[in-house]
């Protein structure tokens, strides 16, 4: 096909979640004759589930290639000039055009656009510590890095294992090394795992996860990687510890990747991502589109800007992204913030503001927190589970919810989600016609059991 004809042309910096996305969804309103595009991405791999690692890791996930939802072939089989193994090293904004070299061969050259998309996602937190770069120690980011660490516990003989950090990572690469059959320690410089949320409901899982096998060492900083004579890892230190270490797991975080936008003068907020209008366009650049784990994203609760790297929210901005440039409507309002995990059995999720969250945007809240079951009581199978709600004092308002327990916790959170978006208030809530039977719910769902006691208590303040 002759792309020569196109009248425009749409480069994408990122072949992942945003940035394929976007490619598709403005392939499926522009034809190739309207609109060429060129996408660049520096890994091995497209549009594929980095949320799904941990399971691979784990072997409950057998396959690398069903974390893929789409390969390189299918996206060039839609007329998108997809470029792998190619990473883009600047973007020169007054001229309308990016550099790229090729990593195998090192040949540079400028592609230029009318059009731009930056879904350059975001990099794992590295210590900058002694040994941090030693064979043995690995970060979790991409498929690459799934894979060199499968190869690592393929030749590893030893049996103990560190993680690094305890948030959705860290305790979901402590399931996986569980499961492979490793002593798993956890170094966790908080005072509990899972930051994201309240500290007495992280206490809940850091309970779960002693009791699970897992040795948690929380109020710790990693300020070394101790290596053998053979150069790999055999132990991380604290400042008052040593852990045998046979393969090390960073689960410390992730920061937006935008060395490359921050050098061509675009502009990021306080979380060093990039900020964006409602249709996703880089503000102050109407041709410049972002998305993904590189942006940071408005918190429709406290009304700050947040910096969340999620897939669910990377896909929607590739849509959003997509539609516009390829001359629809589309907007990306914000989040509320739900998030889900599990470590074993144990199920973790979240949605709205921890109590410092609140703090920080200035609002005078009250906190309840119930403990339940996920069906009827004398249902078989039923299992406890903890609901923490926080509400605005005085109007009501719901703020954030945290829910740990077994089965059929995690998803409950949903509800607060919906109830959040909608700005509901808890009194409000308490007359939500949720699904009831006993082998799903108790009588009153623990949400609503929440959300019940938090509008006694707002009326009582």
Same mark, same amino acid.
Not at 36 to 45: L, M, P, Y
Not at 403 to 428: P, Q, S
């Given at each position: 096909?002759?792309?020569?004809?196109?009248?425009?042309?749409?480069?994408?910096?990122?072949?992942?979640?945003?940035?394929?996305?976007?490619?598709?969804?403005?392939?499926?309103?522009?034809?190739?004759?309207?609109?060429?595009?060129?996408?660049?991405?520096?890994?091995?791999?497209?549009?594929?589930?980095?949320?799904?690692?941990?399971?691979?890791?784990?072997?409950?996930?057998?396959?690398?290639?069903?974390?893929?939802?789409?390969?390189?072939?299918?996206?060039?089989?839609?007329?998108?000039?997809?470029?792998?193994?190619?990473?883009?090293?600047?973007?020169?904004?007054?001229?309308?055009?990016?550099?790229?070299?090729?990593?195998?061969?090192?040949?540079?050259?400028w592609t230029s656009y009318d059009k731009l998309v930056i879904a350059t996602g975001a990099r794992p937190i590295r210590p900058e510590m002694p040994g941090a770069d030693a064979p043995g120690v690995h970060g979790v980011q991409t498929l690459d890095d799934g894979q060199a660490l499968l190869d690592t516990l393929a030749r590893t003989r030893g049996r103990d294992a560190v993680v690094v950090g305890a948030g959705y990572i860290g305790v979901e690469m402590a399931e996986a090394l569980i499961n492979r059959g490793y002593e798993v320690t956890v170094v966790n410089r908080g005072s509990e795992p899972m930051s994201t949320l309240d500290a007495d409901m992280g206490r809940l899982v850091h309970e779960a996860m002693e009791g699970m096998g897992i040795t948690m060492v929380n109020d710790a900083e990693v300020t070394k990687v101790l290596t053998g004579d053979d150069g790999r890892v055999r132990a991380v230190a604290t400042q008052d510890a040593e852990y045998p270490a046979d393969v090390v797991v960073l689960g410390i975080g992730v920061r937006p990747e935008t060395s490359l936008a921050k050098a061509a003068g675009l502009p990021v907020g306080q979380h060093d991502g990039l900020l964006t209008d409602l249709a996703m366009r880089v503000r102050g650049h109407e041709n410049i589109w972002a998305g993904g784990d590189c942006v940071e994203v408005l918190d429709l609760v406290s009304g700050q800007e947040r910096h969340i790297a999620l897939g669910t929210h990377a896909n929607k901005h590739g849509q959003v992204i997509g539609a516009n440039v390829g001359g629809g409507y589309a907007t990306f309002p914000g989040v509320v913030g739900t998030a889900v995990s599990k470590v074993c059995d144990l199920e973790?999720? $979240?949605? @709205?503001?921890?109590?410092?969250?609140?703090?920080? %945007?200035?609002?005078?809240?009250?906190?309840? !927190? *119930? #403990?339940?079951?996920?069906?009827?009581?004398?249902?078989?199978?039923?299992?406890?589970?903890?609901?923490?709600?926080?509400?605005?004092?005085?109007?009501?308002?719901?703020?954030?919810?945290?829910?740990?327990? $077994?089965? @059929?916790?995690?998803?409950?959170?949903?509800?607060? %989600?919906?109830?959040?978006?909608?700005?509901? !208030? *808890? #009194?409000?809530?308490?007359?939500?016609?949720?699904?009831?039977?006993p082998p799903f719910s108790p009588v009153w769902d623990p949400v609503l059991v929440a959300a019940r006691k938090a509008a006694l208590k707002v009326r009582a303040s």
């Open positions: 096909m002759n792309m020569s004809a196109a009248s425009e042309r749409l480069v994408v910096i990122g072949g992942d979640a945003a940035g394929m996305s976007a490619a598709s969804q403005a392939r499926r309103l522009k034809g190739p004759g309207e609109l060429e595009i060129v996408a660049f991405e520096r890994g091995h791999f497209t549009s594929y589930s980095a949320c799904g690692i941990p399971y691979w890791v784990g072997g409950d996930v057998e396959e690398r290639d069903q974390l893929i939802a789409r390969t390189p072939q299918e996206h060039r089989a839609r007329d998108i000039d997809l470029r792998m193994r190619t990473e883009v090293t600047e973007i020169d904004v007054a001229g309308q055009r990016v550099r790229a070299r090729d990593l195998d061969s090192g040949a540079e050259s973790i999720a $979240r949605t @709205g503001l921890r109590e410092k969250d609140a703090r920080r %945007a200035g609002l005078r809240f009250e906190t309840v !927190t *119930v #403990e339940s079951t996920s069906r009827a009581g004398y249902y078989p199978g039923a299992s406890p589970m903890t609901v923490k709600m926080l509400a605005e004092r005085r109007t009501g308002r719901l703020l954030g919810v945290q829910i740990v327990g $077994r089965e @059929g916790a995690g998803k409950r959170v949903d509800i607060a %989600a919906v109830a959040l978006t909608a700005g509901m !208030t *808890v #009194e409000a809530m308490t007359a939500l016609d949720l699904g009831y039977a």
